[in-house]
């Protein structure tokens, strides 16, 4: 939620475009592998975190897109998206669990991505 203030910050103060993102992490199961109730959990989470996200816009009349996908590896859905979307900047949070590391989502996006990344703490 850190990047997502951020993300409205920026899009009060500089008018930016934002597209939230929420991607639901099929941990490393192929779809047909994945029991149907874990799938269906999995993506509610990821649909709760992305609502959750827009009411934080909403409050403040700023409008955005939001896009929500599922993935194995989520850093290549943002990736994807980025390159489609042709974006200036990605916010993405930082799942790493000791200080001074990143998740493997943001040091992914970081590494591949076409354009630049903040990574929010």
Known sequence: MKAV???????????????????????GLDDDEMPLNIRDKLDAQAMDALKKAKALFDEK???????MEAGIVPANNIIRKAEEGNFDLILVGSSGLERGLLGSTSTKVVSHAPCSVTVVR
Do not use: D, F, Q
């Open 5 to 27: 203030e951020r993300g409205l910050e920026l899009a009060k103060k500089e008018g930016a475009k934002v597209t939230l993102m929420s991607v639901a992490y099929y941990a």
């Open 61 to 67: 009349a700023i409008a955005v897109e939001t896009a």
